[in-house]
């Protein structure tokens, strides 16, 4: 059974930081695209930044453009993760994060493209 599970979600003052990871088990996700949702209240979930595979070694990270040089994504082969490290986080930022993984090498923007997801993590930014 192949799972995904978020963790390193919290409570945070604006302009902190937080470290989300992601742990795939069941199968390796090596080779493949996986990338960060998020979800606020009363909103549709939202693409944040996927990791699409550009060699046998390396990915590319794609984001949209509220989070471009504040988060990070970043994958490691060898413990089959994912991680977003979040930096100078404000209130738009709260949200519940997913991790969500698709057996393509491409990252997309869109839920329907998406095979497996994760239960979320709960992300809270204070002003």
């Known amino acids: 059974q192949v799972q995904l599970v978020e963790s390193g979600g919290g409570w945070v003052q604006a302009g902190g930081s937080l470290r989300l990871s992601c742990a795939a088990s069941g199968r390796s996700f090596n080779g493949y695209a996986m990338a960060w949702f998020r979800q606020a209240p009363g909103k549709e979930r939202e693409f944040v930044l996927g990791?699409?595979?550009?060699?046998?070694?390396?990915?590319?990270?794609v984001g949209i453009d509220s989070v471009k040089d504040r988060f990070i994504a970043t994958r490691d082969n060898a413990k089959n993760t994912l991680s977003l490290q979040m930096d100078r986080l404000g209130p738009e930022d709260t949200a519940v994060y997913y991790c969500?993984?698709?057996?393509?090498?491409?990252?997309?923007?869109?839920?329907?493209?998406?095979?497996?997801w994760g239960q979320g993590t709960q992300v809270t930014v204070s002003s």
């Open positions: 969500a993984a698709r057996l393509q090498p491409s990252a997309t923007p869109f839920r329907r493209d998406y095979d497996y």
């Open positions: 990791t699409s595979r550009i060699d046998e070694n390396g990915y590319r990270a």
